[in-house]
Every structure is written in structure tokens, then in C-alpha cells.
């Protein structure tokens, strides 16, 4: 397998991700997949030629993903991918206790303790949850 | 939920009439920063290295010294319009080689389409694309003149 290509030089050095916490990490896997959508779907790509907005060097945003995957690491990218291949976006938000991706209210217990590190998921859709 | 039509209001706290950033990164870091501390996103960090890919998969820079550095993310609480102004101009790639002078940065929660998100993008467009707005944005006197002069351009 190839070394990543992403970054290409020191400027571009992309944030220190050590000190990112698990979820961090799969809300910017979600966030690249996300991208990735936007720059590479067909009517999508169209829209922004309209607008004017350039997306030419997608290769870029592989190698970066693939780096984001990576840092996930095995037992939450699973989760991951089985919710993205459902749903398309595998991370949903919850505002007011309610998942946005199902719009299911989840219970009181639900939400992880202020600073712990753990990743929840939706009991209802098994979207990975951020709690905003 | 008529996600892609909420309107979108000009908070005054998203308004940085004056960056103090010379460079692409730092203008981008000073904007997530504002828009943190206005409470429009969380985890800004995330948001910022968003950014930071988004502009190497190709200029957001529009020319005629506008760029529209955008992001869709869970971390993005509400819809925002982020506005970031600079006398001085900086270097943002753009295929007519000026220098950028006013920042409009889209920032849409994940769960927004990309039909809608696009819509966000395209209605800070549609305000730069004309000379007299760029003109009037830019001279300003502040971030109350500039909002007066989003909301009047956009209606």
C-alpha cells in the first residue's frame, strides 16, 4: 500500500489529531465522507462549477480520508462504515436529546458523561451520535 | 423540517470587519474562531481542519478579490454566514490572481442536503457577484452597516 500522499509539505501540516478523542475522530471521517459526496457526485460537482468553486484535486481529499479512516481505528470504523453504507451519513447530530438522523428522543442515560471519552450510538438507527 | 429555506440571519458577532490575518490559513482559523465563540459551531478544531482540506481540493477564491471558503458538518449547530473583511488582501489562489478582500465563509449542519447547502453558498454569490455590493461591504463603516447591507442585498 502507498504511503499517503496527504500532506504534501510542512505548511500544509494538518492539525495535531493525536489529542483529537475517538469521537473527534469519526465526526472528521463523517466530515471528509461528507466532502467527498459533495466534490465527486456528478449534479453536485455541477453546482459548484456554476457557483464557480473549484474541486479538481479530489485525490487529495482520498488520501485524506484514508489518513482520517486509519486514525479511527478498526472496531469504531466498522460501526462506521455499516452506518454510512445505510444511511449515507453515518454520524448524526442530537439537539434536545433527539437524534437528527431518526428523530427518535433518546433516554436521559444516553449521553455520555461530560469529558468521557466514549463513543455512544443511537439505540434507534445506529448512527453515531454527537452530542452538540 | 424546510431545512433549505431557513432564513439565514446576519449576527453582528459573525461580522470580522477587520482581520487581522495576512494569510489563508489564519483568516480561516479567525473566522472559526468567531464563529465558535458566537456559539454557531462546536469543536472548532474539526471545523478547521475541514476547511483546511476543502481548500486544497481547489480555491474557494471567486476572483474580484471574494472567496467562499464553506463546510458542512455535525459540529455546525446552525446554518451561518460567517463575514470576514480585509484592506490589506490576501493571497487565496484565485484564477484572476487578486488578492482577497472580503471572505463570506457557509457553514451548514450535516444533516443539510447538498441542494440546500449549495443554496447557502450561492446566495453569499449572488451578494459578492456585484460591484456595488462588494463596494458597499467594503466601506462599511461597521459590522451593523454591513448586516443592514447583507440583509437589503439578499432580500
Known amino acids: ?132 | 423540517m424546510t431545512l433549505g429555506t431557513a432564513p439565514i440571519g446576519y449576527d453582528l458577532s459573525l461580522c470580522i470587519p477587520n482581520l487581522k490575518a495576512k494569510g489563508k490559513e489564519s483568516a480561516l482559523a479567525e473566522m472559526v474562531s468567531a464563529a465558535h465563540l458566537a456559539g454557531a459551531i462546536r469543536e472548532p478544531d474539526l471545523l478547521l481542519e475541514l476547511l483546511r482540506v476543502r481548500e486544497r481540493v481547489g480555491s474557494t477564491a471567486l476572483g474580484k478579490g471574494v472567496a467562499i471558503p464553506s463546510a458542512r458538518s455535525v459540529t455546525v449547530l446552525a446554518p451561518r454566514l460567517v463575514l470576514g473583511r480585509t484592506a490589506r488582501g490576501i493571497e487565496w489562489g484565485a484564477a484572476d490572481g487578486h488578492p482577497v478582500t472580503l471572505i463570506f465563509m457557509a457553514l451548514a449542519p450535516g444533516e443539510w442536503r447538498e441542494e440546500a447547502f449549495h443554496g447557502l453558498i450561492a446566495r453569499a454569490a449572488a451578494v459578492a457577484r456585484l460591484q456595488r455590493n462588494r463596494h458597499r461591504l467594503l466601506s462599511a463603516p461597521s459590522p451593523e452597516a454591513v448586516a443592514e447591507v447583507l440583509r437589503g442585498a439578499s432580500a
Open chain 1, 1 to 132: 500500500m502507498g504511503h499517503p500522499t496527504y500532506p504534501r509539505s510542512a505548511d500544509e501540516a494538518p492539525a495535531s489529531t493525536e489529542r483529537w478523542t475517538p469521537l473527534s475522530r469519526i465526526v472528521h471521517l463523517n466530515d471528509l465522507d461528507l466532502l467527498t459526496r459533495e466534490t465527486t457526485d456528478p449534479a453536485s460537482l455541477a453546482r459548484l462549477k456554476k457557483l464557480g468553486l473549484a474541486a479538481e484535486d479530489t485525490e487529495r481529499l482520498k488520501a485524506a480520508r484514508a489518513q482520517a479512516a486509519q486514525s479511527v481505528g478498526a472496531r469504531w470504523l466498522v460501526a462506521y462504515e455499516r452506518a454510512r453504507q445505510r444511511y449515507g451519513s453515518a454520524v448524526a447530530a442530537v439537539r434536545d436529546r433527539v437524534c437528527l438522523g431518526c428523530f427518535v428522543t433518546l433516554p436521559t442515560t444516553a449521553r455520555p458523561r461530560s469529558g468521557a471519552e466514549t463513543v455512544t450510538t443511537c439505540e434507534s438507527c445506529g448512527r453515531i451520535l454527537f452530542w452538540g
